[in-house]
């Protein structure tokens, strides 16, 4: 029976709660006011409520952190919210320190809320702290070693080989093409369906959504427009790009090409395959032009694609927790939750099906004296984890769900955007695309009689799929005659692999690759917060407000730490003068330089940031010791944008229209805009041809789309 609530009740629950929130607010006020931080140099606030946090919404296009840097030195403070201090440095030694001390300098609770909406959660590898993360991080990281990246090759190859076909299927006819839609445009209004013109012409504006970047909360990646709802766009025109020289004997005439959809298409192919063995079909539903897309891709899209506007909800969560729990989830995306978790929970099942399976039949070989390769695919690694009976060793379901959505996200977005940024400095730079395709064309490749690819089988979901086509390409001619499809399919895999191997170490190509992610890194800015008071060195003593020599800086638990990769990658310090430009070259003379003082016996120049990789901070770095949060699929990364320069590089010459400028919108990963049209959201036009001579016969697929 109800009871009214007492009188007393009523009168102290909104006590209670502004209490709270005095309380909180007074706390925050005041943990900022003694925060050490508020001693640095740094720019003036343009506002009490939002600090610099406007300014920055543009950093990456306008160079505010070198300009910063260049007034207040490599270490300073900008405001955040209700001035309160942030530290940001470009120190090397102090960004080793934070970088490297994961879990004393964890990422803030706004930055995981905003992933885990992402992430599916806390329990993915992105979002996980402490000895959670501790252990996750020992259960993947097999999944992810040399080797293991190896066995995927054949996933990278046939959709590079796919989406060159495409490609050069555009370039010979390009009024019968269409650019997708991009599955992962951030979308601010989906248009309406039914307003999309399959033919319009040639100058109509592009339906394309526009783009919502904040850049004060890292948001989720970005939205999929299930292409039932969402205009068809054409962006190829047949038109010669102002500037471009003609780069080597090309056929055709150039058409005008938004990459970055069809580049986020097959990366997404990518990862699905190689990482859970689903099919998105990604690339194939934009190249016949389907109405529908895989039951996953839509539910990601819709949970990656929500776009977070700028609310006041959104701030007074970051500084009152308990207001997070009052996220609203509308209709759609409570569906897309749900269909996520579905299809999460059925490859899991099936895939944990097959590991029983495979373990028995280990256990009868172990027994017969065989020897089975146990798989270690990143599924199955999961899998393995969820039976494992070694606590220590053990995955829940929900931590096997957050990561399938985690590794969606992370593993796709990022690389689709580091190949967009390539072919479009390869497009500027006529110089470089021709050193380097020239390299590129140097690699003899197998050729012969078509041949299964060994993938994963795709998994069969509800989705009214195509029937699978396996990709082939041709054996090696040092290869025996096959004399089966088994031994054609071996004999074709290690061939390709041999070539995977060959282009691993193609000088060149490494050196425009590092060079692309060094000024394009994917994911510009990352942010820290200290769990308790430390000092941290820097390399660079600096002069604090008072006047005071400093050697070291110290910050309070709760402090915010922005660590600027972009900027980072870009010091003139460490890359010299040129540091904005895009020259490859300087990576060969930095390998001479080393060869040099070895073959001298001295050390080289040493490291500048002891970043993952290259001496950038672009996947980030960490120490496996005291929290290792940089990228895991880093080596995955590398082979995928490796794999498809060569095959679209040495077919496909790019070229770009001079006064068509294209700025970066960050949103998480960078992404690229044109300037005067932010209306069409995130895009990047380039002029593609065919390049004569092409050897486009040597590496095939068999396309079931497509004209030769
Ligand atoms: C060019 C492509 C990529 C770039 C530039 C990149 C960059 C990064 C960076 C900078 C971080 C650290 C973020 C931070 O500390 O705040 C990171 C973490 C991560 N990346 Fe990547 N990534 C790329 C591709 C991939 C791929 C292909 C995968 C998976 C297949 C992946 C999975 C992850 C995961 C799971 C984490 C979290 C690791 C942890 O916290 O332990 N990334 N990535």
Redesign the pocket.
């Known amino acids: 029976m109800y009871s009214p609530p007492s009188l007393l009740l009523v009168l102290l629950a909104p006590a209670a709660v502004t209490l709270y929130f005095l309380w909180t607010f007074l706390m925050l006020v005041l943990r900022q006011a003694r925060s050490p931080l508020r001693h640095l140099p740094g720019p003036p606030s343009p506002s009490f409520f939002m600090g610099n946090l406007r300014e920055m919404h543009d950093q990456e296009n306008n160079g505010l952190v070198a300009r910063w840097a260049a007034a207040y030195g490599s270490t300073f403070v900008y405001r955040g919210f209700i001035g309160g201090c942030r530290l940001m440095t470009v120190d090397p030694l102090a960004v080793n320190h934070i970088?490297s001390r994961?879990y004393e300098y964890p990422?803030p609770d706004f930055?995981r809320d905003a992933l885990a909406s992402m992430a599916a959660g806390y329990e993915?590898?992105?979002t996980?702290e402490g000895d959670m993360?501790r252990k996750?991080?020992k259960i993947?990281n097999p999944a992810?070693s040399a080797a293991q990246i190896r066995s995927l090759t054949p996933i990278f190859w046939e959709k590079a080989i796919r989406l060159r076909d495409i490609w050069l299927d555009i370039t010979a006819s390009p009024k019968a093409f269409f650019t997708p839609v991009d599955p992962f445009a951030r979308t601010e209004a989906p248009p309406s369906p039914g307003t999309a013109d399959p033919e319009p012409a040639a100058n109509a504006p592009l339906l394309s959504p526009s783009a919502v970047t904040t850049s004060f909360l890292p948001n989720p990646f970005a939205a999929f427009v299930p292409s039932k709802s969402s205009p068809t766009i054409p962006t190829v025109r047949a038109r010669q790009p102002a500037g471009s020289c003609a780069l080597e004997l090309a056929s055709d005439a150039p058409c005008r090409l938004d990459v970055l959809p069809w580049l986020a298409r097959a990366a997404l192919d990518v990862?699905g395959e190689?990482?859970f063995g689903y099919a998105f079909h990604s690339l194939e539903a934009a190249a016949e032009r389907r109405d529908y897309e895989s039951e996953l891709a839509q539910a990601f899209g819709v949970i990656f694609g929500t776009a977070r506007k700028f609310r006041v909800m959104t701030i007074l969560q970051v500084w009152f927790p308990v207001l997070r729990r009052f996220k609203r989830e509308n209709a759609a995306m409570q569906h897309a939750q749900a269909t996520m978790r579905k299809i999460g929970t059925e490859l899991i099942e099936q895939r944990r099906a097959a590991v029983a399976a495979e373990s028995e039949a280990e256990k009868r070989s172990t027994i017969e004296g065989d020897k089975t390769v146990f798989d270690r695919d990143?599924l199955s690694v999961l899998v393995r984890s969820n039976i494992s009976e070694v606590p220590g060793q053990r995955m829940s379901m929900n931590e096997l769900l957050c990561q399938i959505s985690?590794?969606l996200a992370?593993?796709?977005e990022?690389?689709a955007?580091?190949l967009t940024w390539t072919l479009y400095a390869l497009a500027r730079c006529p110089s470089a695309q021709v050193k380097l395709r020239a390299e590129l064309r140097s690699v003899p490749v197998p050729s012969g009689p078509s041949v299964p690819v060994s993938s994963p089988p795709p998994f069969q979901s509800s989705f009214p799929q195509q029937p699978s086509t396996p990709a082939s390409v041709p054996s090696s001619p040092a290869c025996s005659p096959p004399s089966s499809p088994t031994s054609a399919a071996a004999a074709h895999d290690a061939a390709m692999a041999a070539l995977f191997d060959r282009i691993s170490h193609l000088p060149y190509l490494d050196a425009v690759v590092r060079e692309a992610?060094r000024l394009y890194?994917?994911?510009t800015t990352?942010?820290?917060v200290a769990t308790q008071d430390d000092v941290i060195p820097v390399a660079a003593p600096y002069t604090d407000r008072r006047g005071r020599m400093c050697e070291e800086i110290r910050v309070r638990k709760g402090d915010i730490i922005s660590?600027p990769?972009q900027a980072m990658n870009k010091g003139r310090e460490t890359w010299g003068e040129d540091a904005d430009v895009f020259r490859p070259e300087r990576w060969e003379e930095a390998r001479h330089r080393e060869e040099r003082c070895e073959e001298k016996g001295e050390k080289g120049r040493g490291k500048h940031v002891q970043g993952l990789w290259g001496n950038m901070?672009?996947?980030?770095?960490?120490n496996p010791v005291n929290g290792?949060?940089?990228?895991?699929?880093?080596r995955?990364?590398?082979s995928?944008?490796k794999v498809f320069l060569f095959v679209l590089l040495r077919d496909i010459e790019f070229s770009n229209d001079s006064a068509v400028e294209i700025e970066k919108k960050v949103n998480v990963v960078t992404r690229p805009c044109v300037k005067s049209e932010p209306h069409r959201g995130n895009q990047m036009p380039l002029y593609i041809r065919r390049v004569l001579r092409s050897p486009s016969s040597d590496l095939r697929t068999d396309r079931h789309f497509g004209v030769s």
């Open positions: 970088m994961g990422k930055v993915g590898l992105l996980a993360h996750q991080r993947l992810f990862i190689a990482g990143l985690t590794f992370a593993g796709h990022t690389s955007s580091a992610l890194a994917p994911i990352t942010m820290r660590v990769i901070l672009t996947f980030g770095g960490g290792n949060r940089s990228c895991i699929g880093y995955f990364a590398l995928e944008i």
